[in-house]
């Protein structure tokens, strides 16, 4: 049963171009985020955004912006997407107290020609 | 800083065999830790949790014991099966917050 929905499922673009991925959880969830899964299945934490604020920015290039209108949507613009931008996507939220789960998207798997 | 290392890359074994997936960490406070599972194209899913000293956790199948002295929250099952074929990430969260996972297993089960 998918809680966290994202569109769209794939991306194929080419350098240069801007792309916006779509997040919305129906959990009811005070956080979100957006993690990278490269071509080798490395997860990595991109950002973490709590109330509209974000928390957490790993190094991630200035090319990518996290966008949320409200708790339940937390989109991903990436202005000018380059090669190694190529990956899956995964938005995800996570529930109030401190051993909460966190609840994973399907993924959004962009490719950059 | 806190980060969690799987040392097998690919595990590959027949049904019905014992499987164990190793996961050590390096975490500045109090260990949270984590086994997500990743079946093909599908997103990772919780399997187990733990953050208390030498206490078993078990869930469908699999199971795990935190052991601070040694750093390690390997994931165990007795037997295998099929279905079990995918990714197999340890994590850990050492802020309450966000998630820093290990590189990642991938269990093959053949028949």
């Known amino acids: 049963e998918t809680a966290v929905f994202q569109t769209p499922n794939y991306h194929v673009t080419q350098v240069g171009n801007e792309v916006s991925f779509n997040c919305k959880q129906t959990?009811?969830?005070?956080?979100m985020y957006w993690y990278k899964q490269d071509s080798k299945k490395l997860l990595k934490i991109m950002f973490s955004?709590?109330?509209?604020?974000?928390?957490v920015n790993e190094t991630v290039p200035r090319r990518f912006s996290p966008q949320s209108s409200d708790k339940a949507h937390l989109n991903l613009r990436i202005k000018s997407v380059e090669p190694e931008d190529s990956a899956v996507y995964l938005c995800?939220?996570?529930?109030?107290?401190?051993?909460?789960?966190?609840?994973f998207g399907p993924g959004t798997r962009l490719t950059v020609l | 800083g806190d980060s969690v290392t799987q040392t097998e890359g690919l595990v590959t074994l027949t049904k019905g065999l014992p499987v164990m997936l190793n996961c050590t960490y390096q975490?500045?406070?109090?260990?949270?830790l984590f086994w997500y599972v990743q079946h093909l194209n599908e997103a990772p899913k919780l399997l187990l949790k733990?953050?208390?000293?030498?206490k078993r956790t078990e869930h469908q199948g699999f199971y795990a014991t935190l052991h601070k002295s040694s750093s390690s929250f390997h994931l165990q099952k007795s037997s295998v099966q099929l279905s079990d074929s995918a990714l197999y990430f340890c994590?850990?969260?050492?802020?309450?917050?966000?998630?820093?996972f290990g590189s990642g297993t991938k269990l093959t089960v053949e028949p």
């Open positions: 995800a939220s996570r529930g109030l107290g401190v051993y909460a789960e966190q609840f």
């Open positions: 994590a850990t969260m050492p802020n309450y917050n966000v998630l820093y």
């Open positions: 955004y709590n109330n509209k604020q974000l928390i």
């Open positions: 733990s953050s208390t000293d030498n």
């Open positions: 959990l009811g969830h005070d956080t």
């Open positions: 975490t500045t406070y109090s260990p949270f």
